[in-house]
Nanobody, 116 residues
Framework: VQLQASGGGLVQAGGSLRLSCAAS????????WNWYRQAPGQQRELVAL???????NYADFVKGRFTISRDNAKNTVYLQMDSLLPEGTGVYYC???????????WGQGTLVTVSS
């Protein structure tokens, strides 16, 4: 399985972006898609996740502003980011973890820059 992330770019504070992450290859039936963010000089942190059972969770710092969604038919996950803040600047990575078969796959990252 390979993941291809896209949708990053430069946006003003308060603006919106929609990230996409498409998987090629078969993903295990039991899976969780994750979006992470790595700000400059910071560790990578979890932003949002969506499991195949319908569980969705967000980091506190994005609740109410970001929305994660899945299109299982297209093997694609999205992250709609609204009301972006300058501290949202960073590289966003998608990740899928699955079992049957077991996998832990990362995309290449897409850069989001939020100007103040």
């Amino acid at each position: 399985v390979q993941l291809q992330a896209s949708g990053g770019g430069l946006v003003q504070a308060g603006g919106s972006l929609r990230l996409s992450c498409a998987a090629s290859g078969r993903i295990g039936r039991f899976n969780t898609w994750n979006w992470y963010r790595q700000a400059p000089g910071q560790q990578r942190e979890l932003v949002a996740l969506a499991s195949n059972t319908g569980d969705i969770n967000y980091a506190d710092f994005v609740k109410g502003r970001f929305t994660i969604s899945r299109d299982n038919a297209k093997n694609t996950v999205y992250l709609q980011m609204d009301s972006l803040l300058p501290e949202g600047t960073g590289v966003y990575y998608c990740n899928v973890v699955s079992i049957l078969p077991t996998a832990d796959v990362w995309g290449q990252g897409t850069l989001v820059t939020v100007s103040s």
